[in-house]
């Protein structure tokens, strides 16, 4: 906490410290953050986008008017030039974004399929960044994101449980059986 300065002592946390009584009194200036935001204060003004005849003032880039039609081509273009321009920095996402494809639902809803909620969270991360980049690209400012959980069906169900664990694990080893009878185990 500062006090109030007098000549030849200051009032810093309470405690009276001597000063040189030769210097002048120090004044603190107060800032306040809406200073900075003003313009014509020496605060960095938003820079004024054109775009056509429209201004994209702190719209990315992004034309709140376009809505120009593109194809599911066009759209895997684009999706896959993103996820180039990602790889080094999030391989993660690069290879979701690469592992599936986006289909175009009517004419500007973007849907993509997710295998599970971790993807979801990862790609939920990154939306901004991408559908701006999209909107850009695509020259369409009102795309939206549906997302789509599919299922591998590719392999053999998962087994959640203790009981659906024991039944694969019986299943491969019949012995495994004979062993729970024989101690007269049971399965929780």
Do not use: C
Not at 17 to 34: C, F, G, M, W
Not at 58 to 72: M, T
Not at 123 to 135: A, C, D, R, V, Y
């Amino acid at each position: 906490m500062v006090g109030s300065a007098s000549r030849g002592s200051v009032n810093v946390g309470g405690k009276k410290a001597q000063s040189d009584k030769h210097e002048a009194p120090r004044t603190l200036k107060s800032v306040s953050i809406k200073s900075f935001t003003k313009t014509g204060s020496g605060a960095v003004k938003p820079q004024t986008e054109k775009s056509g005849n429209k201004a994209t003032d702190g719209n990315n880039g992004i034309d709140p008017n376009w809505e120009e039609a593109f194809s599911p081509e066009q759209l895997q273009k684009v999706w896959n030039a993103y996820a180039r321009s990602v790889e080094k920095a999030n391989p993660r996402l690069f290879s979701m974004l690469i592992a599936h494809s986006p289909r175009l639902k009517g004419s500007n809803v973007v849907v993509f399929p997710l295998k599970n909620e971790t993807q979801e969270v990862e790609l939920l991360k990154e939306k901004t960044g991408l559908f701006n980049f999209l909107k850009r690209e695509l020259r369409n400012a009102k795309l939206l994101l549906e997302i789509e959980y599919v299922r591998d069906e590719s392999g053999p169900p998962k087994a959640y449980t203790a009981a659906d664990k024991y039944k694969v694990l019986a299943e491969r080893n019949p012995t495994l059986e004979k062993l729970r009878n024989l101690l007269n185990l049971d399965i929780e």
